[in-house]
């Protein structure tokens, strides 16, 4: 389906009553194009959304329109997939999905020519270079003088660096390499006991989470998790700022009151 995402405010936007009636009939019939479609059209703000977030930490060699593309593709797979036994609201599942599809186009693809790529890897050689020459990281400056130069290529080609790398990647190419995430060196340590007491604080929030209302529950979710501004998540739920702060707020409360009492003072401090 081709759809211009820019053109979202010329979309007439249904009601809740009317969104829940369109689900049901497209749960009932997943083969109908024109429900899944008028779907696309009523969530294709995410797409805008996340594109919007995406694109501003991309290179020029990125089109908003590539990008665009990515994120539809990503948003109709959420709608094929989308099942409500899933315990999550549409759109958080969706802008998760559409940030995957978009990511994992962008990996799987290099719009640099080889002579950039090839420039772009010079300069991260002479980097690791000048770390061991100098005992610190080099500056631009330093690199480019390394290099012979200007100061101002080397800031372009390292912007023009797109590559992006899984922390899930391994580091190997054997079954028993470690993956990325593996290496990370976890600087808080913490002991046993304190592994078990933090494994412990999170089950309790997540289950006091669990028992907030739905739209309180989505609020925190956006918020917290996906780094949503509240009036970007009103936006997205059909709600004012206000009213979603509001809403914010209660969840807070609420989530202080479902907490047991001999909840630990770093709990307290996790939610506040």
Known sequence: MEQDISSYNKIKRLTNEELIELWQHYFEDHDNKE??????????????????????????????????????????????????????RFETYAL????????????????????????????????????????????NTEIATYLGIEKEKVEQ???????????????????????????????????PHEKLEEKDVKKELEDALKRLPERERTIMVLYYHENMTLKEIGDAINLSESRTSQLHAQAIMKLKNLLSENRSERLKRSII
């Open 35 to 88: 429900l899944r479609d008028t779907l696309i059209l009523q969530y294709i703000y995410l797409t805008k959304y996340v594109v919007g977030r995406v694109k501003v930490s991309l290179p020029p060699t990125f089109s908003f329109e590539d990008i665009s593309s990515y994120g539809v593709e990503g948003l109709i797979d959420a709608i094929e997939k989308f099942s409500p036994k899933m315990g999550a």
């Open 96 to 139: 998760v999905r559409i940030r995957g599809n978009i990511i994992d186009k962008i990996r799987s693809q290099d719009f640099l020519p080889r002579s950039v790529r090839r420039k772009i890897k010079d300069v991260k050689e002479a980097q690791e270079e000048l770390k061991v020459k100098f005992g610190r990281v080099a500056t």
């Open 157 to 191: 080609l390292l912007s023009e660096d797109t590559t992006v790398t899984s922390i899930y990647e391994k580091k190997g190419s054997t079954d028993g390499d470690l993956e990325i995430i593996d290496t990370i060196q976890d600087s808080h340590n913490l002991n």
